[in-house]
């Protein structure tokens, strides 16, 4: 009830304040910009067993960006177009963002579809070095909100309503393999053995985040769908993710220390409802992450790259179930020639600690072939064959090892 | 007998007032430092439109374009703030710069395409910016406190009056073993330095100028050209435009909100 009544405050407000800035801004002229990416890619699959799927396909990405400002108005349209010409079910077309901002003095008022970071190991990003955007073949894309954000100098403190459920980018009925072709729509549990599709709510998130010397810190409160933790149920022919929602509250730290860059995050949390006899138990995530660098005679760089990422507080073989970096461990290390076209190389190692034989291996090659032009090669290969019914940890990507080139053309 | 007496007398009045009154070339250098420190001062805000050309070996030519904001701290290191336009993969990035008198400053880079704010590592800070000859070091404040400073002599650099001063960086991370700083007499600001690698060899020659009266008594340089005598590379940074006693706001310098607005 409470939330009601806050959530209509809030409303109220963004409505008061569009309406004020509106009447103000009539004098000042509208400024807008355009831009995005083309992004065609290739990847080759290794070849899976089944006759559905297509394993050799070309992508073709395109990103388009508009921004518009005036007074204290802001807008942003965030619009992605995806294709595969192979596939006549591929086609994708989706709001990445779509927002209106006021900004007032020291205060930010947003409404509309936005990114809400709210931890360093979301879905898409567990390891911010091996981008997991590869790993999990989904983008990163914004959530429907309210925003109310206070603004202090290197501190912030943010009110987030989340009012709509929204699925993920399962491209379901895909037969390329930038989807998963066998995983269904996410099913949201929020209220005891009901599912939903997409479904409103009442979530929110408060984030506070501050920039002390030589450490920035945030800490969050959340209450919404766990993306991070899902259950697949089968239904005779694919997979579908529930997700559960969570309270969470949790830091995140990232410091610069004897002239290194170190990361922690630390997450606590827990379940309300239950579906089919799945109670999801309260637990603990912790990531730790550590970058060191050197600079080479020749001017460029070498990094080296360790994190860790552990869920802990409950039976391990639960755990299994929700994560797939239940326990892992990531080396990398990134090469920069330095150069005028920005190459770089990484070459990463992820390791799960405590399931056998479950590992992976990842290359990426970039460089700028012009001003507007930018190339990246790569390639992944996952080492982690399927031990039960239900494929646990890496097992997910088993065999979903491929090479790739993408074309990156920028119109700015 | 007199006249002994007051020979003595004069000889330890002139041998304890010129002691008190002699520098050391330490001293000296850093005093000279100090001065230029002040003489730059009270620009309160700067506002830059740059391109920097970086030219490799083979003299293949490449274009960056940025822009730059500083703000002025009164007992502190100032706040800056580079945007890249071009080209276009690195449009948007920032690298935010909160300097300080003494210790390591910290600094942000902001990378737009994953909306995320990177710490840089001290370590970090002697790798090339963006792929030219300058460094995150160069880039970054130049304190006198963070030197130890030592006079050299008084020499002409294209016809003008210098001090020739060494200065040896304090942080240690640093790339350099030294520097020698040749600071124009007027402009209070130097026309060339000189970079030497920790072997203690030669690595870079930067030249300073033309300089350009900007505010009140402020002289700023229109560009900077910077060659890598080990690897022939070389860097030019130049200014389209240059503003000083601009008055910008603290938030812009805010590691919090270098996502900003798109704008």
């Given at each position: 009830m409470a939330s009601k009544k806050a959530i209509r405050l809030l409303i109220f407000i963004n409505l008061f304040l569009a309406i004020y800035s509106a009447a103000e801004a009539k004098k000042s002229p509208w400024k807008t910009k355009v831009e995005g990416s083309f992004e065609p890619q290739a990847r080759i699959y290794e070849k899976d067993s089944s006759d559905d799927t297509i394993d050799n396909y070309a992508d073709f990405y395109t990103n388009f960006i508009f921004k518009a400002k005036r007074y204290r108005d802001y807008f942003t349209l965030n619009l992605a177009f995806r294709s595969v010409p192979q596939d006549d079910e591929s086609s994708q077309y989706y709001a990445k963002e779509a927002w209106w901002m006021l900004k007032n003095k020291n205060f930010d008022y947003l409404a509309g579809v936005n990114y809400f970071n709210?931890?360093?190991?979301?879905l898409f990003h567990p390891f911010n070095i091996i981008n997991a955007t590869e790993l999990f073949e989904q983008e990163q894309i914004g959530e429907n909100m309210l925003m109310l954000r206070w603004k202090g100098f290197e501190k912030t403190a943010s009110f987030i309503f989340l009012p709509k459920i929204t699925e993920n980018?399962?491209?379901?009925?895909?037969?390329?393999?930038?989807?998963?072709?066998?995983i269904s729509d996410s099913l949201f549990v929020k209220d005891d053995e009901e599912l939903y599709t997409n479904t409103f709510s009442t979530n929110f998130a408060l984030e506070w985040k501050q920039s002390l010397d030589s450490l920035d810190y945030r800490l969050l409160l959340y209450s919404g769908p766990d993306r991070q933790l899902e259950l697949f149920g089968f239904n005779g022919t694919s997979y579908n993710p529930i997700v559960f929602l969570t309270n969470s509250f949790g830091v995140n730290v990232q410091s610069n220390w004897f002239g290194s860059i170190w990361k922690f995050e630390y997450l606590n949390k827990s379940y309300q409802h239950s579906y089919s006899g799945i109670e999801p138990k309260s637990h603990q995530v912790l990531a730790f992450g550590y970058e060191f660098p050197s600079v080479l005679d020749s001017g460029g760089e070498l990094n080296y790259l360790i994190e860790f990422q552990t869920a802990f507080g409950t039976e391990s073989e639960e755990l299994e179930q929700y994560y797939t970096f239940q326990n892992d461990l990531f080396l990398g290390l990134r090469y920069s020639l330095g150069d005028m076209k920005g190459t770089e190389y990484l070459i990463g190692y992820l390791k799960d600690m405590s399931r056998d034989a479950e590992s992976a291996f990842f290359l990426e090659y970039t460089t700028r072939i012009n001003s507007k032009t930018q190339i990246e090669l790569g390639s992944r290969f996952v080492w982690a064959k399927q031990k039960d019914a239900f494929p646990l940890g890496l097992e997910r990507q088993d065999g979903d090892n491929y090479i790739y080139g993408k074309w990156v053309y920028y119109f700015r | 007998m007199r006249l002994i007496q007051s020979l003595i007398a004069s000889t330890l009045i002139f041998s304890f007032g010129f002691s008190a009154i002699a520098e050391t070339p330490e001293e000296k250098a850093f005093r000279i430092a100090k001065e230029n420190e002040k003489a730059n001062s009270g620009f309160k805000g700067e506002l830059s439109a740059m391109i920097m050309v970086l030219i490799n070996a083979h003299g293949d030519k490449t274009t960056r374009k940025m822009t730059n904001y500083v703000l002025e701290r009164a007992n502190e290191g100032d706040l800056s703030i580079n945007e890249f336009l071009w080209p276009a993969d690195v449009k948007g990035t920032k690298l935010l710069t909160h300097a300080f008198k003494e210790k390591s400053d910290d600094q942000w880079l902001y990378l737009p395409a994953l909306k995320k704010t990177k710490r840089i590592s001290s370590r970090n800070k002697s790798g090339s910016f963006m792929g030219s000859e300058f460094s995150y070091e160069d880039m970054g404040s130049q304190e006198p406190e963070k030197f130890k400073w030592k006079y050299i002599q008084q020499v002409k650099v294209n016809k003008r009056d210098v001090h020739k001063m060494e200065r040896v960086p304090t942080d240690e991370y640093t790339s350099y073993s030294k520097q020698v700083v040749y600071s124009d007499l007027k402009y209070k600001n130097p026309l060339k330095i000189e970079y030497f690698d920790k072997k203690g060899e030669l690595l870079k020659v930067a030249k300073f100028g033309p300089y350009k009266k900007l505010y009140k008594e402020i002289y700023r340089p229109m560009k900077i050209h910077i060659k890598?005598?080990?690897?022939k590379k070389e860097s030019i940074l130049q200014w389209k435009k240059r503003k000083l006693g601009a008055k910008i706001s603290k938030s812009k310098f805010d590691s919090t909100k270098l996502a900003g607005d798109g704008f």
């Open positions: 709210w931890s360093a190991l979301e980018m399962y491209n379901t009925s895909s037969k390329s393999r930038l989807g998963y072709s066998y | 890598n005598v080990q690897t």
